[in-house]
T-cell receptor, first 110, second 114 residues
Framework: QQQVKQSPQSLIVQKGGISIINCAYE??????FPWYQQFPGKGPALLIA?????SEKKEGRFTISFNKSAKQFSLHIMDSQPGDSATYFC?????????FGAGTTVTVRA | NAGVTQTPKFQVLKTGQSMTLQCAQD?????MSWYRQDPGMGLRLIHY???????DQGEVPNGYNVSRSTTEDFPLRLLSAAPSQTSVYFC?????????????FGSGTRLTVV
């Protein structure tokens, strides 16, 4: 049973649009919440991460929103570009061990 | 600095065969781990190590063995391959004490068991 639930499974967005991916967790012991980006044939690469004492973190066009009371967090990709087309995984960590969501495939149409 | 290197990139095994997936990192990272990636399930932790001589089980350890004799290498052994072990395997490493640093993943080994 997955400890981190991710939705949607896939999404299509127009160039310049906003992509939103949502994740939820149950275990309140998780203390680190990263997002990974994966291109076909490659390993996942860290995109952005947040700790549970912070409600929002922004790096360039990527923003994590974190709602500790609801046990939910989300990734927003602003001004989506064709190069952002990839699979995105949310994750949560206890003692440096990661539990991953199932992944969201994002397709950005030019 | 090559990062995390996995070999082989592709492998086909027959049911019952054994093999070792190799993983090496040149970043002096203490923490290394193995994940398997299956469609619709994300990545699941198989085994991990917090330093040479120390290993522990993750979420899905059955059918796999690991050892860590050096900081650089963390091989994953399939004892008797089964079709259920068909998957893409990723090795990852990170500095143990730096919580906000990410894991560095290798490029993966695609394994098919027939």
């Amino acid at each position: 049973q997955q400890q981190v639930k991710q939705s949607p499974q896939s999404l299509i967005v127009q160039k310049g649009g906003i992509s939103i991916i949502n994740c939820a967790y149950e275990n309140t012991a998780f203390d680190y919440f990263p997002w990974y980006q994966q291109f076909p044939g490659k390993g996942p690469a860290l995109l952005i991460a947040i700790r549970p004492d912070v409600s929002e973190k922004k790096e360039g066009r990527f923003t994590i929103s974190f709602n500790k009371s609801a046990k939910q967090f989300s990734l927003h990709i602003m001004d989506s570009q064709p190069g952002d087309s990839a699979t995105y995984f949310c994750a949560a960590s206890i003692d440096y061990k990661l539990s991953f969501g199932a992944g969201t495939t994002v397709t950005v149409r030019a | 600095n090559a990062g995390v290197t996995q070999t082989p990139k592709f492998q086909v095994l027959k049911t019952g065969q054994s093999m070792t997936l190799q993983c090496a990192q040149d970043m002096n990272h203490e923490y290394m781990s193995w994940y398997r990636q299956d469609p619709g399930m994300g990545l699941r932790l198989i085994h991990y190590s917090v330093g040479a001589g120390i290993t522990d089980q993750g979420e899905v350890p059955n059918g796999y063995n690991v050892s860590r004799s050096t900081t650089e290498d963390f091989p994953l052994r399939l004892l008797s391959a089964a079709p259920s072990q068909t998957s893409v395997y990723f090795c990852a490493s990170r500095i143990y004490r730096d919580r906000m640093d990410g894991y560095t993943f290798g490029s993966g080994t695609r394994l098919t068991v027939v």
